[in-house]
């Protein structure tokens, strides 16, 4: 009874001061909460270290002949990417519609028009990196569709919620994590938009393929759903500018030459997706989220 008082006002707490910083933000504008940033950087890399070390282990396996002062240059650009994204999330529900269409320069959103008229539904992928809370939202506005958002749900409920609610402030849908499969199959089949990040960690007993030279379980999600029902996958990676604008560009999966064998075409297909990611990631690696245990297992 005890821990369950303890967890919920924890909970509380956090919601309380999350709110804080948004009403906050609304007060200085986003530009002003942009720079406010490189100070929650500063703390949460020297003061309050979140997942500090497990940020440098993974630099070690992606990075190995990298400097030390390389490294640290990465991680401290990987804490402050974290930070500006973070306030920008908290600034959500003053953006208005123009806003948020305009805050992604997306450089071909027609392919996603083009591909959706073949009547397969569309797989959308991005990964933990610039602002990924960003690019669904601006892209479904840019090409006027709905997209329906696999999230994985947060631990604290009632940030989870509050998210969840900017999530769905214009057009978007949101699909739990846990009964995402079944949904999103019928969506596809309904020639709909699933979205989603394909950076996730896979299951212990799943497929494992090199990531960055060590081998990890994957997300084969999307290559499972894309073999079935035949849409496309697209990647479309939001990066941040010097000025903190975004640019993406979409990038159809290629699905061609693919092996007879079922298990194979989703190994094939799920190590394409992974040598994109490491492209992307290889580009621009402080923008992407280092936090995360991704060689767990």
């Not at 919920?8 to 948004?22: A, P, Q, V, W």
């Amino acid at each position: 009874m005890s821990n369950k008082y303890q967890f919920g006002l924890k909970d509380r707490l956090e919601y309380i001061l999350f709110i804080s910083f948004s009403y906050l933000f609304r007060l200085t504008g986003l530009k002003t909460a942009r720079g406010f940033a490189y100070i929650l950087a500063l703390v949460f890399y020297y003061l309050i270290p979140i997942r500090k070390k497990t940020v440098f282990e993974n630099l070690e396996i992606a990075f190995p002949n990298l400097s030390a002062s390389e490294k640290k240059k990465i991680a401290f650009g990987n804490y402050l990417s974290f930070a500006i994204s973070l306030v920008e999330i908290l600034c959500l529900p003053w953006m208005d519609e123009n806003q948020m269409k305009s805050s992604v320069k997306v450089e071909n959103p027609e392919l996603i028009i083009e591909k959706n008229k073949l009547g397969n539904g569309v797989i959308l992928l991005s990964a933990h990196f610039g602002n990924w809370e960003y690019i669904a939202a601006s892209t479904s506005l840019q090409v006027n569709k709905k997209f329906y958002i696999i999230v994985k749900n947060q631990r604290n409920k009632l940030v989870n919620d509050w998210m969840n609610k900017m999530r769905t402030r214009w057009l978007n849908e949101v699909v739990p994590l846990g009964v995402s499969v079944r949904n999103i199959y019928s969506v596809l089949k309904n020639n709909g938009i699933a979205a989603m990040v394909a950076d996730q960690r896979g299951p212990e007993e799943g497929l494992k393929l090199e990531f960055f030279g060590k081998k990890t379980a994957v997300y084969t999600g999307p290559a499972v759903l894309s073999l079935k029902t035949g849409a496309p996958i697209i990647f479309g990676i939001p990066i941040r500018q010097k000025d903190y604008s975004y640019k993406a560009t979409l990038v159809e999966l290629d699905k061609s030459n693919l092996p007879e064998d079922e298990e194979d075409k989703v190994k094939v297909l799920t190590e394409r997706m992974v040598r994109y990611l490491e492209k992307i990631i290889s580009e621009h690696p402080e923008q992407w989220l280092w936090m995360h245990r991704r060689w767990k297992h």
